[in-house]
């Protein structure tokens, strides 16, 4: 089971009873054992960010999460993942409505 306790102003990771020494390091090793093929640290990131904003967590909160400067950032990286993202251009187009003017 992972493990992140704060030590003073540092952040430790423990695995099994030990501290990890390099997450980078432990992280492409359990890549490697687990055969998933080429996964970065920055995909889980990213899977992160995206699965918080399908999920409904607003864009300021994933920003904080990120730590990001400023929610442009966030919104510019991942505004479409949001659910209501183009929602209102899709609604516009009634294309029930199209059909029956042919």
Not at 18 to 31: E, L, W
Not at 64 to 71: D, F, I
Not at 73 to 90: K, Q
């Amino acid at each position: 089971m992972w493990r992140i306790e704060p030590r003073s102003q540092n952040m430790s990771v423990e695995y099994a009873s030990g501290q990890i020494k390099s997450i980078r390091n432990g992280f492409q090793g359990a890549v490697t054992r687990s055969k998933i093929g080429h996964v970065r640290i920055h995909d889980l990131r990213h899977t992160a960010a995206v699965t918080m904003l399908a999920s409904g967590v607003p864009l300021e909160k994933v920003s904080q999460v990120l730590g990001h400067s400023n929610t442009a950032i966030t919104f510019s990286t991942y505004g479409r993942y949001l659910p209501e993202h183009m929602t209102d251009a899709v609604n516009a187009l009634d294309f029930m409505n199209l059909k029956a003017h042919r």
